[in-house]
């Protein structure tokens, strides 16, 4: 319920709601249709309105296409698109907002410097000039890399700037100028945990979703809250159901979604590993996986030496490995050293894919070693996950888990996973795990309904272009405090003193925030380019103000869906606002690479969509302009075309190299409980009963998408403030109870890491025991702290995500002034 | 005549407010006004779940004028300016005429559709919002859903209906036997908010 507070007062619920009555259609009486004449409008306009077309470019969301409307040099109105849009998307209320942010009480105006003398988060601002703005910034980073290095500038740039034209060619700046940048870690779990199965392409087995969903038989929703989180496919999945598709909703709240599902499972927070672990086991003991898409997709047949834990290749049979083709990467000829199989005709091992009859299961001996096929290696590992054994610890039943198991298996089934449940330090488990019910039950394979994350990350723009002035290095967010701090990286020195920020919500959004903002407050000099003033900007030394979405040409590549987008200028950009492409000219010739940046944006656009996969399809920057979104065509199954990407090429249920493919940050905690080659179940790192942590702070606290805020963008909104005026903590009524906090009272969270005061509502959807918070709020919203202050950043140095719901709190009503 | 009206499908509406801000915008609403709402019938906090865990509840309601068929703001406007359009049904309000007594906004029971301009409109835009044609607000007068007048006057759906993310709002004419609406409410379930009140709703929830 949004009960918006202006001078019209509140509506107030129980005055209508109270009394509802329910009926079955009343009859209707036919009479005439009044005639269009009836509606004189009142008002004759004076002035011709402009129509545009163009795109949101929030990062990470759907792009919708809109109308918008210009009147006398201003934007004036945003309406659905009234032509035919990819699957009819319509905006959000954050979409009406995303173009009148020029007239944001909160948008930047002027390039701004803190004031001599002052201290960072004292906002005491000096408005400059550009001139003085560039030469600033040219002075303080030239000067850190000419004495330090050119990675002692630390560069963030995340989802807020991802212009195909801006965003992009400041990417590009970055990695040429060799700047360290800030790896944002996060949504990182969920796809490296499913590239030990996949390869490196499990990300992008992401098809036309909209289209699918209605094909499916079952639909496996993992932690989506999509009623707020993706409000573009919540009416598929209803519609969908209508249809007979069956929703199953794996979620440990009782989300809409969950509530409106064929089922709902109320997995305990953290545990969806063991339960879907213990859905595989169920569906192997039934003879339910899919053999056939097993056998032609699969390294299961692979035979795994038990003495060495690898694959057994050819040359452990006394066949000398020969050379194959010359690796591009290397310039060296590749081994070529075939895998194993055991062929039952034969009763002997044999080069894999040349066994008559080639076994799935069993242990043999070969050359005197033990060997086990890799599908057996699995299903061993998974009679620790009978649903008996684990039911009470995932909390569950057995028949649930059985229920959950069987629509896995009962194909064409579609899985649609959020975050949530990889926001846990286990998240690489999850990922894992996911993959292997999808490899064992086909659906990776399946025409109708495939296993599918929800975004694409791997935007088919022509990166050798981004990259072709080098690339620079990474360091994680969770990591960047400890370098700076020590001032080396890996044991090699890395000074950082510069920051630069663009479009990455680190103070504010990232974890631990004590933490964040006591490392920021090391540096000797920090720049944010931003719309309006945020949490960056306060902590900032200087200030410069971006051109708005409506005051500059754009385009962009959707995540969600495959299109190309194309937004014009549709108004001058307002006070001293300028597009972020005219600010990386202004830092390339400062800099000395302003050739590589002479291209007009028309050029830029186009040299990025050179890639054949655009080309061929006739997709050029003229018809991008002319119909603004021009939507692009993978193959019908794009992963699987291309082949899987692991070593064996095949979807692998073994990995053989659990270091493979992860990041190797934070050495020092890489310890053996990372080294299985099998999934396993790893708890939670604080969030789970009996931890240190837990047991000072019994609350886990998870996130949710705040529903009109998309992160942090729109925070400054008058009119998203009035539908969600501050941050509010949901908490589950008993918990509620047994602390004495009623509805609308303020509670401050607290843990080890910080505290924060908001106000409570109780909701039942929540598991006890549960906290949700909105995420997108500005810190200078909350009445004390941040929920970013309570949230872990302890670095995985497997998957290298934050591990958000990884977090444990205790919560007490708050005392203090109002 | 007809007798335009609303069905909404309460299973489709995800409280995401699309609706309400089209509205704001189309009509070029003052800050804090707001003609449409989403509310939430569920916890006693915004957007939160009533009942118990396992049991949780939530529903939402796009909720504005319910252009009734018996209007109780008509019956208690002293100068005409509320009124029920002969034609198609639509509960109108006359700006010149009104004379700001809020008789109406006391005798509707749909509690807060109604705004009140207490003072000069005012706008953070710093510019006319919304669509050319929409009549400009005045201080001192009672202002609702217009039922977007200026865009069913261009065969338009009202802007609400037409930004309906979850596409549970259906617009149309209820007299009318083949209307989308009319089949709508002849074989679907429904609720209608305070029925008992004799005001008879052209707003079907649909359950």
Partial sequence: MTEPQGKAGGITRRSFLASTAVGLGATAIALNSPNMQAFASDVVPMTEDEVYYGRCMFGGCF???????????????????????????????????????????????YPMKRVEGTARGDEQWERISWDEAFALVIDKFGTAMREYGNQSVLYGQQSGTYGLISGYQMY???????????????????????NRVTGSGSANVMYHWEEQVYNSKNVILWSTNTSEAYVQRYRHLIMAQRGGTKLHCVDPNETMIAQRSHRWYPVRPGADIALILSCCQYIVEQGLQDTEFIMSDSAGTYLINGETGNYLRMSDLGVEPTEGPVDAMTGQPTVVDPYVEWDRVTESAVEAGTAEDPALEGAYEVEGASCTTSYSMLVERLQQFKPEDVAEEVGLSVDQIHELARAAADGPTMHFFGY????????????????????????????????????????????????????????????????????????????????????????????????????????????????????????????????????REEYAASPLDFTISYTPKMMEPGFERLPLQDMVRAFADGFGVGDEFSRSDDEVIARLLSDSLFTSQGITVERIKEEVTVPYRTGTFWVRTEGWTTPTKKLEFYCEDPTR?????????????????????????????????????????????????????????????????EPVMRINPDDARERGLADGDYAEFYNDRGSCVMRVYTDAALHPGVVTYPKGMDRRQFKRGTYSALTSSYCNPVHVNTSFFDTCVEMRKWEGEE | MARYGFAIDVELCMGCN??????????????????????????????????????????????????????????????????????????????????????????????????????????????????????????????????????????????????????????????????????????????????????????????
Wanted: glycine fraction near 8%; proline fraction near 5%.
């Fill in chain 1, 172 to 194: 590009r700046l970055a990695h040429m100028l060799g700047w360290t940048f800030i790896e944002a870690s996060v949504d990182n779990a969920l796809g490296v945990g499913q």
């Fill in chain 1, 420 to 551: 949530g449940a990889a926001c846990y330090d286990n998240g690489l488990e999850m990922g894992w795990a996911a993959a292997i019910l999808m490899a064992l039950t086909g659906a990776y394979r399946q025409e109708a309904g495939r296993g599918t994350n929800n975004q694409v990350y791997a935007v088919p723009i022509d990166w050798s272009y981004i990259f072709s002035g080098g690339m620079a290095p990474s360091i994680s967010v969770l990591d960047i405090g400890n370098v700076i701090e020590s001032g080396t990286f890996k044991g090699e020195p890395w000074p950082i003193k510069c920051l630069f920020l663009c479009g990455i919500n680190l103070i504010g959004g990232a974890a631990n925030q004590n933490r964040v903002t006591e490392f920021v407050n090391k540096l000797d000099f920090v720049v944010t380019t931003a719309i309006t003033y945020t949490d960056n900007c306060v902590w900032s030394d200087l200030i410069l103000p971006a051109a708005m979405h409506a005051e």
């Fill in chain 1, 63 to 109: 792009n919708c296409e809109r109308e918008i409307i210009v009147r006398e040099g201003h934007v004036v109105a945003t309406r659905p698109s009234t032509r035919d849009t990819a699957f009819g998307r319509r905006p959000c209320a954050r979409g009406y907002n995303h173009t009148m942010q020029s007239y944001s009480p909160m948008a930047l105006q």
């Fill in chain 1, 661 to 725: 493919s992860i990041r190797m940050e934070n050495e020092s905690e890489m310890t053996e409980e990372y080294m299985d080659h099998l999934p396993s179940f790893r708890k939670p790192r604080e969030a789970w009963e009996g931890t240190e942590a837990m047991q000072k702070y019994p609350i886990i606290c998870q996130s949710v998408r705040a529903k009109h805020r998309w992160h942090n963008d729109g925070y400054d909104s008058p009119w998203l403030k009035d539908l969600e005026p």
């Fill in chain 2, 18 to 207: 699309a609706c309400a801000m089209a509205c704001k915008v189309e009509n070029n609403l003052p800050d804090g006004v707001w003609w449409r709402r989403v509310v939430s019938d569920g916890g006693v906090g915004p957007d939160t779940f009533g009942g118990t865990f396992g049991n949780a509840y939530k529903d939402y309601y796009s909720v504005a004028c319910q252009h009734c068929e018996n209007p109780a703001c008509v019956k208690v406007c002293p100068v005409g300016a509320t009124y029920k359009d002969a034609e198609t049904g639509v509960v109108r309000q006359d700006y010149d005429k009104c004379i700001g007594c809020r008789m109406c906004v006391s005798a509707c029971p749909y509690t807060g559709v109604r705004s009140f301009n207490w003072e000069e409109p005012e706008y953070f835009t710093g510019v006319r919002m919304g669509a050319a044609d929409v009549p400009d607000h005045q201080k001192h007068t009672v202002e609702k859903c217009t039922l977007c007048w200026h865009r069913l006057a261009k065969g338009e759906k009202p802007a609400c209906v037409a930004g309906c993310v979850g596409y549970a709002m259906t617009f149309g004419d209820l007299n009318d036997p083949e209307s989308e609406i009319s089949k709508l409410v002849a074989t679907r379930s429904y609720k209608q908010l305070l029925p008992e009140m004799g005001t008879e709703p052209n707003v079907y929830f649909l359950v």
